[in-house]
């Protein structure tokens, strides 16, 4: 047993070069990177061969994986660890898209378990920053159907099918398994998911890599995966009051809640049984627990342990998602 004793944990961001990614995570989230196709900043993930390393404090250089073994129930909550033992059920993410990503969709529980032997992916995105009249794709426009979807899968005219919606910072979309979806070029979103990294690629726009090769498509695991029902569910409606919680999305991987702050607030997770994801979206926050005291700026994450029950957030003004389970 260390004797080293938990504390509010950062971790050392995971950067995923990727074929559409851009500069808008090094620049406006000053992520320590040289690329200039930067898509994906993992902020906490514990994927097989990808698992966060702790950034601060004394437990620094520690994995994730090795605090699971360790703390167990002191780090996620008891419920938490009783369901998913040593393994960190969420998935944190910044993503900047400078080009479109690929038209996916993710399988749920049932269908990973049978064909991959994981768990689904259920997501949200909270957008963080668009370009002007720039946004994403949920799911298909009214009146497709599986006829249509494969038809245009044929004569290779999916484009026309799907629908678009622009997007502004703080809009926020659940995006369920089986709903088709990519983010489009010029935005900035967060993402809180499953710890799962399976995706059915359905179209990519025909472009090619450095070798000139395209990607893989996953059409035919796609079909059974899709869920033409899901139309209009996706985007989610909330009014935001400074000071206090609003809640975003809540189902049984996630409860996420968004936090605008302009002054000291004191949080009372006595009764949360899970562990705390600070995201912190725009401006300086800074975070008290105990007699530890850590700051966090835009594009920080921080994950504080389910032992500790007081926080107290500090900021004349930014704006945090909280995630919890």
């Known amino acids: 047993m260390s004797s080293h004793k938990l504390h509010p944990l950062k971790f050392v961001p995971i950067l995923k070069e990727k074929i559409w990614g851009g500069e808008k995570l090094k620049n406006y989230l000053h992520k320590d990177s040289k690329g200039t196709q930067i ?60 080009e479109n990503l690929s038209v996916q969709l993710h399988p749920d529980d049932t269908l990973a378990k049978e064909r991959h032997n994981s768990f689904g992916k259920t997501e949200m995105w909270y957008i963080m920053q668009a370009d002007k009249n720039c946004g994403i794709i949920v799911g298909f426009k009214d009146g497709v159907s599986v006829d249509d979807y494969n038809q245009s ?23 369920k398994p089986g709903l088709i979806h990519a983010i489009g070029k010029g935005v900035v979103l967060a993402e809180i998911q499953q710890t799962s990294d399976i995706t059915y690629r359905v179209y990519d726009y025909n472009r090619k890599d450095n070798e000139g090769n395209e990607r893989d498509l996953h059409t035919e695991e ?59 979206i725009e401006g300086e926050t800074q975070v008290d627990v105990d007699n530890f005291s850590e700051t ?6 921080l994950l504080i342990p389910a032992c500790f029950n007081q926080v107290k957030l500090t900021s004349n003004k930014s704006t945090l998602l909280e995630v919890t389970i």
């Open 296 to 301: 966090l700026h835009a594009g920080e994450t």
């Open 222 to 280: 796609a079909k059974e995966a899709i869920d033409f029902e899901a139309n209009n569910e996706y985007k989610v409606n909330y009014s935001a009051t400074e000071n206090e919680k609003t809640s975003l999305v809540e189902n049984q991987y996630f409860i996420t809640k968004q936090l605008q702050l302009s002054k000291s607030l004191h949080l009372d997770y006595t009764a949360t049984d899970s562990f705390v994801i600070l995201m912190n």
């Open 153 to 175: 899968l044929q004569e290779n005219t999916i484009e026309e099918i799907l629908n678009f919606e622009e997007v502004q910072p703080g809009d926020t979309f659940f995006i």
């Open 39 to 98: 898509g994906e900043s993992w902020e906490i993930s514990d994927v097989k061969g990808d698992c966060s390393i702790v950034a601060n404090g004394s437990l620094k250089g520690k994995s994730l994986q090795e605090l699971l073994e360790e703390y167990q129930a002191q780090l996620v909550g008891e419920t938490i660890y009783k369901r998913f033992k040593n393994k960190f059920p969420l998935l944190i993410k910044f993503i900047d898209a400078k």
